[in-house]
């Protein structure tokens, strides 16, 4: 099953973030994306996964050279276990059993994991993956803004959102096989 766009689950870390546009909030960027799989998932295997992607050791590859944000999979593997709280740019904001939030470095940008075992077969595993960004103070106007380069890079960060969660589900079937 390939990863599809949905609404962010109310008991989501996440949806901390996420505000209704007729609310007074100011308006992060919110996403969400699931994907199912035939199989069960510790959230551990899942951000580990994630982080080790082919696609996602390219970004921790420019991360390393860009910010100076070095990382590597056993790092991965302790933040999945929970043994280290910061990875690459990010940083653990909040990890429940199965969820976890990762804020970058700069404060601007969140990820998020989550597993839901399926309530008729617990053997398959719901995948979540979504993102928010938050506005920063525009120190000129007094109003919190997205960014001129937030819009030209939305429609990238949405396909690389799937791309990234359908990596992880491939990676994820190919070492439990």
């Not at 870390?13 to 992060?28: K, V």
């Not at 790092?75 to 909040?94: N, T």
């Not at 890079?153 to 190919?174: C, E, M, T, W």
Request: charged content about 20%; proline content about 5%; glycine content about 6%.
């Amino acid at each position: 099953m390939s990863a599809k766009a949905c609404q962010i689950p109310n008991d989501a870390l996440l949806s901390s973030y996420y505000s209704a546009p007729d609310s007074d909030r100011t308006q992060a960027y919110t996403d969400c994306y699931t994907c199912g799989i035939e199989q069960a998932v510790t959230l551990a295997d899942f951000a580990f996964a994630f982080y080790c992607t082919p696609i996602f050791r390219l970004e921790r590859f420019i991360l390393k050279y860009l910010v100076s944000k070095p990382s590597t999979d056993q790092q991965a593997r302790q933040l999945a276990d929970g043994l280290i709280e910061s990875f690459a740019a990010w940083q653990v904001e909040k990890r429940t059993e199965h969820q976890l939030l990762m804020c970058d470095f700069q404060g601007r940008t969140r990820s998020w994991f989550m597993v839901k075992p399926d309530s008729i077969n617990p053997a398959n595993t719901a995948l979540w993956f979504g993102s928010a960004v938050v506005p920063r103070m525009n120190h000129t106007t007094g109003k919190p803004e997205m960014g001129g380069g937030f819009n030209i890079l939305l429609g990238f960060h949405k396909l690389y959102s799937v791309i990234l969660l359908n990596s992880a589900r491939q990676r994820l079937l190919k070492t439990s096989g």
